[in-house]
């Protein structure tokens, strides 16, 4: 084989609550993940022995690492260190998930990497394998290959999926520039004493838990949760306007993805993802639109062309 195409899905967080800050720097969570279709795809070919290297195209390509902090890479050379043998790969990912856009690109192409290298180099690793790997790479890698809908406890690496029926359509609003994760954290601790408040143990919202199992677009709408939306929304004050932008044009739903900048909005159906991102467009609260569906897989081979 001389080359494997892995495509892999953005995330979306569905629930996202944020517990005190543990003794080692990060917070327990409950994070319930949802992948959706917008996708990088990760190009893994015979390289040098050893070493893996990589470029990017697409989207903010520009501001991705192309040395050894690239997360593609770290998961190549997680794989070879495994392996126990000195493999090397040329990596080319064609970026489409906004960078530092809170929708986990990084991890996305982290998982890629695993799995195309997994295959290229013939390892016969399992998919649960690959997620023992990339928890080490990241909290949001694991999830990047399991794909669907899932609750992630711990630091989020921790893993149970979650049964949803039916499909759900989402709107995308991608803003200029990107916000670190670490800092957004920070931010909620701060704001949080700011105010004394006591952060809570994280438990999956009965609501939402419903809302998903009956594919209750409506019921979804309403128990979206992000314990980081406030430090996200100090941070880059915009978003509050884009937000409220959403919901006035009929969203059933709307939060900041992850740690941000991105938007998401839940609306009813394909029809309405398309209109709302014209809405949306046409109201200039944000860089681009993006329209997607979820749950969908995660890492996936691309067959090859004949
Ligand atoms: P999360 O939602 O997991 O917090 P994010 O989506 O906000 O992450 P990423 O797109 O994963 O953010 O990028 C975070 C940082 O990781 C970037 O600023 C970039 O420097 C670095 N990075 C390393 N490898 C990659 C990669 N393959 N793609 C994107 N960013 C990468």
Known sequence: MTSVTVRVPAKVNLQLSVGPPRDDGYHDLVNVFHAVSLFDEVTA?????GASTVAVEGESAGAVPLDGENLAVKAAHALAARAGRPLGARLLIRKAIPVAGGMAGGSADAAAALVACNE????????????EI????????PFALLGGTAVGTGRGEKLAPVAAAGRFHWVFAL????????KV????DRLRE???EQAGWP???????????AGDAQTLGKALVNDLQPAALMLCRPLARTLAAGRERGALGALVSGSGPTCAFLVESEAQASD???ALDLSGVCRSLVTAYGPVPGATIVPAQR
């Open 45 to 49: 070919s015979g390289g040098p022995g």
């Open 120 to 131: 290229l180099w013939g390892l016969g690793l399992s998919t649960r394998e690959l997620m």
């Open 134 to 141: 990339g928890a080490d790479l990241g909290s949001d890698v």
């Open 175 to 182: 803003a200029e520039g990107g916000l670190s994760t670490a």
């Open 185 to 188: 954290y920070a931010e909620c």
């Open 194 to 196: 700011a105010i004394g």
């Open 203 to 213: 438990q999956p919202a009965e609501l939402l838990m419903g809302a998903l199992a």
């Open 276 to 278: 709302l991102s014209i």
